[in-house]
């Protein structure tokens, strides 16, 4: 059963434009939410964060916002830019439980077409 | 080290041989993680290494998978009798540690060390 679920396998934006990256979870347990990017034949690299405490996060072009009545978080991106294609992928945490790191949605590919 | 390091980055096997991944974590960090993400998939996590304490192993996905920890630094993940469905790409990620604030969370990669087992 997939706890953090991202809908979109892929998402195509035109550059300029912003970039609305969706996901879900079902575990209520979840308090912490973080989106990674990752770029083909590299690791995955940490993103933005968000705490269960917090509805909005803002960081320059990137925001995540978190609607925990619906369980539900975005990421958007504006504007969008061409380096900005890559997958991103969001991940959850129960912070309170420890041992089990992040639960990784599947991701979504993002194009950025000029 | 200043990232996290992985060892091999491409690993092509045959079917049945055994294999071993290597991970050198962030300096300092004491959570160590392996995942793996095969083609069209998400990140599956397989086990977690907190400091000194016993690993959680609840994500391996046979007894085929195992993994050590030596000296609280680098780990090496093993798989043995490789299958062909054991094919994907196996990252690796350190975090600083629970109970050390929001950044305990944030777990930094590896590039992976992608397993083809023909």
């Known amino acids: 059963d997939q706890q953090v679920k991202q809908n979109s396998p892929s998402l195509s934006v035109q550059e300029g434009r912003i970039s609305i990256l969706n996901c879900d979870y079902t575990?209520?347990?979840?308090?912490?939410f973080l989106w990674y990017k990752k770029y083909p034949a590299e690791g995955p690299t940490f993103l933005i964060s968000?705490?269960?405490?917090?509805d909005k996060n803002e960081d320059g072009r990137f925001t995540v916002f978190l609607n925990k009545s619906a369980k539900h978080l975005s990421l958007h991106i504006v504007p969008s830019q061409p380096g900005d294609s890559a997958v991103y992928f969001c991940?959850?945490?129960?912070?309170?439980?420890?041992?089990?790191?992040?639960?990784f949605g599947k991701g979504t590919h993002l194009i950025i077409q000029p | 080290g200043a990232g996290v390091s992985q060892s091999p980055s491409n690993k092509v096997t045959e079917k049945g041989k055994d294999v071993e991944l290597r991970c050198d974590p962030i300096s300092g960090h004491t959570a160590l993680y392996w995942y793996r993400q095969s083609l069209g998939q998400g990140l599956e996590f397989l086990i977690y290494f907190q400091g000194n304490s016993a690993p959680d192993k609840s994500g391996l996905p046979s007894d085929r998978f195992s993994a050590e920890r030596t000296g609280g630094s680098v780990s090496t993940l093993t798989i043995q009798r490789t299958q062909q469905e054991d094919s994907a790409v196996y990252l690796c990620a350190s975090s600083p540690g629970l109970g050390q604030s929001s950044g305990a969370n944030v777990l930094t990669f590896g590039a992976g060390s992608r397993l083809t087992v023909l």
């Open positions: 575990n209520s347990m979840f308090d912490y």
């Open positions: 968000i705490s269960s405490i917090k």
């Open positions: 991940a959850a945490k129960n912070s309170g439980g420890g041992a089990d790191g992040l639960t």
